[in-house]
């Protein structure tokens, strides 16, 4: 899961529907599980398949004219509960950013925690984006992680967007929490030698 950031263009996978919650991107049946490995499997289970587990036909994921490491969401994604398995499970399908107008906090840095990109757009900058791949499923969208931008390559329109800075550094260098301590542990030894 752990991969450098730089300068992601995918087609997108389109998710117009808000109020999208934890529950139902992985259902709390499935968070007995304590390995990540599986989860993407389970990806929004019970919008995919039906009860006797055969595909959906018309879900998006079950949709071959979508494809891509980027997921359009409606507003206000990875909202409920607070379960990384949500987070697991969208970079266990292979989505490495998720764009909305609006994201549930913990969500967010679930997300981020799992070399998954959130990226926050106008809600007007959303509506284009959903048009466009509407319009033209094959339609690329830029993501430059360096420059903090989002380009929807359809009509050559950017936004940017906000990351912490940290979190900046740790998605770019493909580290997670402890990677950035082991990366800075003789700098925190000297450190403490200088203010002993």
Known sequence: MKQKF????????????????????IPARFLKATDK???GDNLFRDWRYDKDGNPIKDFVLNDPTYGGCILVAGKNFG?????????????????RVV?????????????LNN?????VVSED??????????????????????RQTVTNKANGRS????????KK????????DIDYLVENLQKTIEWEQRNK
Not at 85 to 90: F, L, N, P, Q
Not at 132 to 138: A, D, F, G, V, Y
Not at 159 to 166: C, K, L, Q, T, V
Request: glycine share 6%; proline share 5%.
């Open 159 to 166: 936004e940017h967007f906000d990351i912490n800075g940290y």
């Open 37 to 39: 490995k599986g989860f």
């Open 169 to 176: 550094h740790c998605l770019m260098n493909g580290l997670d």
């Open 99 to 111: 764009i909305s107008s609006f994201f549930a906090d913990i969500h967010k840095n679930n997300e």
């Open 115 to 119: 070399f998954v990109l959130p990226v």
């Open 125 to 146: 900058f959303l509506a284009e984006l959903f048009q466009s791949i509407k319009e033209n499923p094959k339609m690329e969208v830029e993501i430059d992680l360096p």
């Open 6 to 25: 730089d300068i992601i263009t995918s087609t997108c996978v389109p998710l117009p529907l808000v109020n999208v919650d934890t529950d139902q991107i």
């Open 79 to 95: 909202s409920g509960s607070s379960r990384e398995h949500a987070a697991w499970a969208i970079a266990g399908y292979g989505f």
